[in-house]
């Protein structure tokens, strides 16, 4: 038997949406040279934050994301009852690491750059099902450590190809708390399936997760019988020029049509002109996105209805260089000011 | 059945492929060449100065010529350390990485970036973790031709 709770075939739909009560988000410096400086909370002077290594910068960066958030509402770490979070590195150390310092329960997440949705619906979903009443969903990147760990040192002289995108280094965090407050509303979500169309290319995940970010779009309006343009903005995480280009082509395939109402955080969030190829990546991508203009746009009520669509990639090194292909995801989470 | 199926992914990965090339931006070929050429010939013509220069010394050739590499090695250390030969290297491609002081800057390179996890397990582990292959096939084009030679010569 079908659970209640659960829209299509995908798709769960919450019955008392939780509310995001408070969220924060902490950048590095190059994202704050990007357009949105103004909307982050705050933008980091360098990328070490007063740590030896970037692999503790990148866990510090994660605990002041989610204290930031908490003092927005006058918390303190006890007053959480759940910490749902991930990263990009090995065994997700930044955010144990973070869990280890906040002392909150800790549940922690890889989906790749998909994390923030994944986060997200899980919070929402350990909410709704009536065990927890104040749950944080956080996740980080760090483009140094994401690059010495996905790619090369870091003084290495290479040639990036043009097709390749900037890992982000920003945190994000959200508290949700059940809907007895104001504020946008997890109302539905939906758990994307890995699509691998044989994409093998590292340095073009955008490629690699188009087709997964289409099919849970696709599966999310079909399950939850909404035409595309019932939301104001439909945003992919991290596909970049390349990614989102596809999936518009793949849009057009499947019958939908959200232009002009669909964006994407990576590349929404440099500017052309600060050389990142095409666009950013990374976790803290769409959850600096989401943490900064786009909950304050739908504060400001500029948005009303957003479905976020975070996209992973979820390939490690050894795997690439065994030459197997990238297994790409999507998770959809519809946030609503009801 | 199944083979269809997998005939008809195959269809579909393969239209998918056509697709991402025909959006995906193309390498800059032509001017990568040039800015490899000019940069590539520049270490070279700075690598002859400094030949010509050992040699003016009273360095005999294979002397000046060694004395030379360890200039050029030293001078791309300098410039990784100093956070420039990446900038560099990101516009010449091939013509800053092909020379020896690519092969410099991938060791130091290395060696910087692992200094974090110790001297044994970071630094000594992981310092030939780009250059490594550049090394083990020397090596062995070097048994190989050292074995042509002891056979024909």
């Not at chain 1, 539905?188 to 169309?197: F, N």
């Not at chain 1, 590349?267 to 996105?289: E, I």
């Not at chain 2, 269809?4 to 492929?17: F, G, P």
């Amino acid at each position: 038997m079908v659970s209640h709770k659960k829209s299509g075939l995908q798709t769960i739909k919450f019955e008392n949406p939780p509310v995001l009560t408070a969220w924060a988000t902490i950048v590095g410096p190059k994202e704050g040279e990007g357009p949105w400086r103004s909307d982050f909370d705050w933008v980091l002077g360098d990328y070490e934050f007063g740590e030896k290594t970037w692999e503790m910068a990148e866990s510090k960066l994660l605990r002041e994301t989610v204290k930031l958030a908490l003092s927005k509402k006058n918390y303190q770490p006890q007053d959480i009852e759940l910490m749902v979070s991930g990263d990009l590195l090995n065994q997700i150390t930044s955010s144990s690491f973070a869990a280890r310092e906040l002392q909150i329960p800790f549940l922690g997440m890889y989906g790749a750059c998909s994390t923030m949705a994944e986060a997200l619906l899980t919070a929402a979903m350990a909410i709704d099902g009536g065990y927890f009443e104040r749950v944080v969903a956080a996740v980080s990147s760090h483009h140094y450590t994401a690059e010495r760990q996905f790619r090369f040192p870091t003084e290495q002289g290479t040639q990036r190809s043009m097709s390749s995108q900037w890992t982000v280094t920003g945190a994000g965090a959200v508290v949700l708390e059940k809907g007895i407050y104001g504020g946008p509303r997890v109302t539905c979500a939906t758990i994307g399936r890995i699509v691998d169309l044989g994409q093998k290319d590292a340095n073009n995940m955008g490629s690699a997760m188009a087709p997964a970010a289409a099919d849970t779009i696709k599966m999310h309006l079909s399950d939850t019988n909404r035409p595309s343009d019932y939301y104001d903005l439909i945003v992919t995480g991290d596909l970049g020029k390349v990614g989102s280009a596809l999936v518009k082509q793949l849009f057009v395939k499947y019958g939908i049509v959200p232009e002009p109402n669909y964006s994407d955080c990576g590349v929404l969030m440099f500017n052309d002109t600060q050389d990142v190829h095409a666009g950013g990546s990374g976790c803290g991508c769409s959850a600096a996105m989401l943490c900064g203009p786009l909950l304050k746009k739908m504060m400001q009520g500029k948005i009303e209805r957003l479905l976020l669509v975070a996209t992973g990639a979820l390939m490690s090194p050894t795997t690439s260089f065994q030459g197997e292909s990238i297994p790409g995801i999507a998770h959809a989470v519809a946030l609503e000011n009801l | 059945m199944n083979t269809s199926a997998d005939q008809l992914k195959k269809i579909e990965a393969q239209e998918y492929e056509d697709l991402v090339n025909q959006i995906k931006p193309k390498t800059p070929i032509v001017k990568n060449c040039i800015w490899a050429f000019m940069v590539g010939g520049l270490i070279c013509t700075l690598g002859q100065v400094i030949m010509n220069f050992f040699s003016a010394q009273g360095l005999s050739k294979l002397d000046a010529g060694s004395a030379t590499a360890v200039v050029l090695v030293f001078l791309a250390a300098l410039f990784t350390g100093l956070g420039w030969y990446d900038v560099l290297g990101k516009h010449a491609g091939a013509g800053s990485i092909v020379p020896i002081t690519g092969f410099a800057n991938a060791i130091v390179a290395s060696a910087m970036e692992f200094k974090r996890e110790g001297y044994i397990f970071g630094v000594g582990a992981r310092i030939f973790s780009v250059a490594g292959p550049t090394l083990v096939f020397g090596f062995a084009v070097s048994v190989v031709i050292g074995l042509i030679k002891v056979v024909f010569g």
